[in-house]
């Protein structure tokens, strides 16, 4: 029996982190040219693997390989620079895809969509999504090559707050939606306290600060209101501005004013 390693080498946890703002870091060279929008990471890792790409004078064939900040990177003998800085887009969400990598059903993925209305310029980067939408929610899904905004973004106890309008089933009325905004027991514990407004045609206004599977489906279940259709309207201060399908990039001002991060310099 091979013995199971109970941590991963300390190369590869930093690789995995990052490292911190100041400190020397390295990254996997796949990822480095797909966040600095060189090449995306599928055919990042190919040109590697197919010998393609040079770090600091060395051909590496392994996606995994590192590279520091100031490696000279060549691919197809020419220098790149893996200098990244951090980009955000905000892209409206169909309904009918996933939020994932691939999709067993084969409808089609949020990456997959994001790609066919990307410019040549910004389908080289390798894009994250900021959280996730089910397959059947519509509306506001962030992007960004800065795996530290998604962490920034995603972490509970930042409360970034999370707009949706959902169509329910049933009448909404203050005393039911009452319990949403003290905080209402869950499976997996209690919701944090929501904004719930009502607004017109049997439609509920949930705004919360937490990223639970299905948070607000569960939630309005809860209170014997559940959805029949879900949507994202904003997310901090990012509010949906572009047609079902589309994209735009926000400007460093957004990412700042409206997610609370820096766009910074990476690495
Ligand atoms: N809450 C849900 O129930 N679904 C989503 O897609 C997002 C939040």
Redesign the pocket.
Known sequence: MPRKRKHAPKWLEAARQGGRPGETTFDWISRALARAGVIPLRDAEAAVQAGRVQVAGRTVTAPISLVRPGDEVRVDGKVVSIAATTRCLMFHKPAGIVTAGSDPEGIGTVFEALGRVLPPELARYGWHAIGR??RD?TGLLLFTNDEKLVAHATLPERHLPKR?VAQVQGTPTDEKLDPLRRGVMLQDGLARPARAEIRADCRVELTITEGRN?????MLSAVKLPVVQ?H?EAVGGVVLDVPEGAFRELSAEEIEAGLGFTPRTIP
């Open positions: 939408l089910d929610t949706y299905h948070q607000v489906k569960r879900l994202r």
